[in-house]
């Protein structure tokens, strides 16, 4: 699963548009507004399975009002959308490598288990409403889902804008995370495909014992450095490489073989995408980003939830499932178990 490509100019070409219905409502964040007093803004990842590259960049550009163009044999682009720039490709590692006739023959045979990835500009509240509409046209032009297959594994990335460079603004929605992470597993629980394959293991229990020790005030350098040590991969369902090399990439570099791009957001990789479900939204799966950074807003919430877990967590763990339900009670008690 390689990271996505980023996209430089956040600034967005949406407009109203007659004719079109009522966007998906997306609340805001608890910290709405980044640290220039512009909305903090997200990138989103969608992969899918079931159509051509081709087709769904013409459903794209059809229901966002854009206009479609080939890059190359396997990459294509919707220029001038409600939302902005829209890339979509073969979700595989040989896309950046030179075009030739054998890179495409192997891109075309992947096709039937390598996903077509959809990656927008980064989005403000109202795009993001207009991009979950899309998902109606995918999913009736036949788009599958994480469901779909033993071995598709679809996920659903958001890359959400930090709030700031304040550490704590790094550090507290990541404790938020690692505490409440058994209990948005078992609340809504990812494709089994998904946890079978690498890309979104939970994160190791030494590292969230760790993250309490260390506290919703310690330093970021710091916990970058117990991430480094205690879960140095991207394949985690909230994956903090990009933000700590945003603040210090030559530190990732030396400690991660992985290529890790570089940029301000936390890369949020835990969701299924589950288009072929006509009950499933990217709203939903915005609620349970959004139960984090509420929780991370909340001090208090954060220190019962650190001691709940280091009193549920002896010298030994032998199932994640008894923290799981124990912190689903303290998020209800705290009105933030909707996710």
Not at 16 to 44: C, E, H, W, Y
Not at 223 to 237: A, Q
Request: hydrophobic share 40%; aromatic share 6%; glycine share 6%.
């Amino acid at each position: 699963n390689p990271p996505p490509s980023a996209h430089a100019n956040p600034v967005l070409r949406s407009r109203p548009r007659l004719g079109i219905r009522p966007m998906t409502a997306f609340p805001s964040l608890p910290q709405p507004m980044n640290a220039k007093g512009d909305p903090r803004l997200v990138g989103i990842e969608i992969e899918l399975g079931g159509l051509p590259v081709e087709q769904v960049a013409r459903l794209c550009a059809t229901t966002l009002d854009g206009t479609a163009c080939q890059v190359d044999s396997h990459i294509w682009r919707v220029e001038n959308s409600q939302i902005g720039e829209i890339d979509i490709y073969l979700d595989i590692f040989l896309r950046n490598s030179q075009q030739s006739k054998l890179r495409d023959l192997a891109l075309d045979l992947g096709r039937d288990v390598v996903p077509v990835e959809i990656v927008t500009e980064p989005l403000d509240m109202d795009g993001l409403g207009r991009l979950d509409d899309l998902r109606n046209a995918l999913r009736d032009a036949g788009a599958l889902g994480s469901g779909a297959g033993w071995f598709f594994g679809f996920g659903l990335h958001l890359n959400i804008e930090m709030a700031s460079e304040a550490d704590a603004d790094t550090v507290r929605p990541l404790l938020a995370y690692a505490l409440i992470e058994d209990w948005l597993r078992a609340a809504n629980p990812i494709d089994e495909s998904r946890r079978l394959l690498p890309f979104t293991d939970p994160y190791p229990i030494d590292f969230t014992r760790a993250l309490i020790k260390a506290g919703p005030g310690a330093s970021r350098d710091h916990v970058t450095g117990l991430y480094l040590e205690l879960t140095p991969s991207r394949n985690r369902g909230l994956d903090m490489l990009p933000l700590f090399a945003h603040f210090d990439e030559a530190r990732i570099r030396a400690a991660i073989t992985d290529k890790t791009s570089a940029r301000p957001t936390f890369h949020f990789r835990l969701p299924d995408c589950r288009i072929d479900e006509p009950d499933w939204c990217i709203a939903d799966e915005w609620q349970r980003w959004l139960t984090v950074e509420r929780a991370a807003a909340d001090t208090a919430l954060l220190t019962r939830l650190s001691q709940a877990w280091l009193d549920d967590h002896g010298l030994l763990t032998l199932s994640r499932q008894s923290w799981a339900t124990r912190a689903g009670r303290i998020l209800q008690s705290a009105g933030l178990d909707r996710a």
